[in-house]
């Protein structure tokens, strides 16, 4: 069974960086697209943004690209994502998921693996 573990969650204040990262084990194939999500307390969960293993090739939600950057390292199977500039409204628990395949995407539903989420709280 794939395994996706988060980490680099944490309190932050405004203006201030995190560095997220996904390490994923037990792997099938090696063509796979890593995606980050959120979920503020009350709100749906939302696409950030996504990229492709074969090519390196990402895909970002709208307004998040900027301040948030996608990157992958292949050979230690972990995907990063590196937020600038967070703001309060970025307070959220940050998922990161996996589907098959090169189909660059942010629906939830075409993702078959998640992890656990880690917390990232912006505040002063």
């Known amino acids: 069974q794939l395994q996706l573990v988060e980490s680099g969650g944490g309190l932050v204040q405004p203006g201030g960086s995190l560095r997220l990262a996904c390490e994923a084990s037990?792997?099938?194939?090696?063509?796979?697209?890593i995606a980050w999500f959120r979920q503020a307390p009350g709100k749906e969960r939302e696409g950030v943004a996504c990229i492709s293993s074969r090519d390196g090739g990402a895909f970002y939600e709208d307004g998040m690209k900027g301040r948030f950057t996608i990157s992958r390292d292949n050979a230690k199977n972990t995907a990063y994502l590196q937020m600038n500039s967070l703001k309060p409204e970025d307070t959220a628990i940050y998922y990161c998921?996996?589907?098959?395949?090169?189909?660059?995407?942010?629906?939830?539903?075409?993702?078959?693996?998640w992890g656990q989420g880690t917390q990232v709280t912006v505040s002063s």
């Open positions: 998921a996996l589907r098959w395949g090169a189909a660059l995407t942010l629906l939830p539903g075409q993702f078959d693996y």
């Open positions: 037990r792997f099938t194939s090696d063509d796979y697209i």
